[in-house]
């Protein structure tokens, strides 16, 4: 739930301060991810040796408290002045048309000329009457309970984000493959470290655990190095987001005939860079998808929720450490 708030707050936040080279502002934010999967793991590994694994979570989480310290410099994004004006505009143009019905309509009582005057031979108070009779009391109450309970089910899809579905059908695909993503990806994460070890015998745990800062390396580079190529329009957010799953699903493939701690690390680093392209470019495709109004939803239903599951399953499908 902590990583949730805080990952969704950190994604949505430069969407709101950069429009133009917002690829580029989203790498630079996202290469934060691939340092600490670099440096973490072995620091965690020697933690556990000197202190034992509740000294190290100690200590691990007060290096997590400073994510209160980043919370504290965000601010409000100021008023952008041509998007107030847009919105000034758009009022100005709906007064006039609102004062343009205002006077046709005192046009008509006062016995002017209609746009449109009804010419079937019936009165208005013949149309009224007509309602009123064809009405029923009963019907009355089922209209209010139906659109009542309607009201309540649009205002949950709202609040849950799903209502974003019905907007994007491309953000519902988006989502799925997320959720894809994350049952293959997480697994490796969480079963490399111990199959290193089983693999490579004469290797330690320290050195099994430092082909996850490969990993980090590799997608500290892919963070770090989209955004250059997105703004200069040498790659499409799709394109490299699609490369990175296609190469991430054929290196995970061809994972388990890897017997040399060389290619593990090799491995380690071309895995790094297909998450590293995943993550920080989906991001970019949400904003692409949605409107900035539904950009916290929408990352929040693919980073996080969907992205979640997937994270979830993975390790349970992918069986367990021998």
């Given at each position: 739930?902590g990583?949730?708030?805080?990952y969704?707050?950190?994604?949505?936040?430069?969407?709101?301060?950069?429009?133009?080279?917002?690829?580029?502002?989203?790498?630079?934010?996202?290469?934060?991810?691939?340092?600490?999967?670099?440096?973490?793991?072995?620091?965690?590994q020697?933690?556990i040796?000197?202190?034992?694994?509740?000294?190290?979570?100690?200590?691990?989480?007060?290096?997590?408290?400073?994510?209160?310290?980043?919370?504290?410099?965000?601010?409000?994004v100021?008023?952008?002045?041509?998007?107030?004006?847009?919105?000034?505009?758009?009022?100005?143009?709906?007064?006039?048309?609102?004062?343009v019905?205002?006077?046709?309509?005192?046009?008509?009582?006062?016995?002017?000329?209609?746009t449109?005057?009804?010419?079937?031979g019936?009165?208005n108070?013949?149309?009224i009457?007509?309602?009123?009779e064809?009405?029923?009391?009963?019907?009355?109450?089922d209209?209010?309970?139906t659109?009542?309970?309607?009201?309540?089910?649009?205002?949950?899809?709202?609040?849950?984000?799903?209502?974003?579905?019905?907007?994007?059908?491309?953000?519902f695909?988006?989502?799925?493959?997320?959720?894809?993503?994350?049952?293959?990806?997480?697994?490796?994460?969480?079963?490399?470290?111990?199959h290193?070890?089983?693999?490579?015998?004469?290797?330690?745990?320290?050195?099994?655990?430092?082909?996850?800062?490969?990993?980090?390396?590799?997608?500290?580079?892919?963070?770090?190095?989209?955004?250059?190529?997105?703004?200069?329009?040498?790659?499409?957010?799709?394109?490299?987001?699609s490369?990175?799953i296609?190469?991430?699903?054929?290196?995970?493939?061809?994972?388990?005939?890897?017997?040399?701690?060389?290619?593990?690390?090799?491995?380690?680093?071309?895995?790094?860079?297909?998450?590293?392209?995943?993550?920080?470019?989906?991001?970019?495709l949400?904003?692409?998808?949605l409107?900035?109004k539904?950009l916290?939803?929408?990352?929040?239903?693919?980073?996080?929720?969907?992205?979640?599951?997937?994270?979830?399953?993975?390790?349970?499908?992918s069986?367990?450490?021998?």
């Amino acid at each position: 739930m902590g990583f949730s708030l805080s990952y969704t707050a950190s994604a949505v936040i430069p969407g709101h301060y950069f429009d133009k080279h917002f690829a580029l502002a989203n790498g630079i934010s996202c290469a934060g991810t691939g340092v600490g999967v670099m440096i973490i793991p072995p620091l965690v590994q020697l933690l556990i040796g000197h202190y034992g694994w509740r000294g190290a979570m100690m200590v691990m989480s007060t290096v997590l408290m400073n994510i209160c310290v980043c919370g504290a410099v965000f601010r409000p994004v100021p008023p952008n002045a041509k998007r107030t004006q847009a919105i000034s505009g758009a009022s100005v143009n709906n007064s006039n048309s609102n004062g343009v019905a205002i006077t046709e309509k005192k046009s008509a009582e006062n016995g002017g000329p209609l746009t449109n005057p009804p010419n079937d031979g019936v009165q208005n108070g013949d149309y009224i009457k007509m309602a009123t009779e064809s009405t029923s009391d009963c019907d009355k109450t089922d209209a209010k309970e139906t659109f009542r309970c309607s009201t309540l089910l649009v205002k949950l899809f709202k609040a849950t984000g799903f209502h974003i579905f019905w907007k994007s059908s491309r953000f519902f695909v988006l989502c799925l493959t997320q959720m894809l993503v994350g049952l293959s990806f997480s697994g490796v994460m969480v079963h490399i470290v111990s199959h290193i070890g089983q693999v490579c015998q004469n290797r330690t745990s320290v050195e099994a655990s430092l082909i996850l800062s490969v990993i980090g390396i590799g997608s500290l580079s892919a963070r770090a190095g989209h955004g250059f190529l997105v703004d200069r329009h040498c790659l499409t957010p799709m394109i490299g987001y699609s490369i990175g799953i296609v190469i991430g699903s054929i290196t995970i493939l061809f994972s388990p005939l890897i017997k040399d701690y060389v290619w593990f690390a090799i491995y380690g680093a071309v895995l790094g860079t297909c998450i590293g392209l995943n993550m920080s470019l989906l991001r970019v495709l949400v904003k692409e998808f949605l409107s900035l109004k539904d950009l916290a939803q929408g990352i929040g239903l693919s980073a996080v929720v969907f992205f979640g599951t997937g994270d979830l399953i993975g390790p349970l499908l992918s069986g367990k450490s021998t």
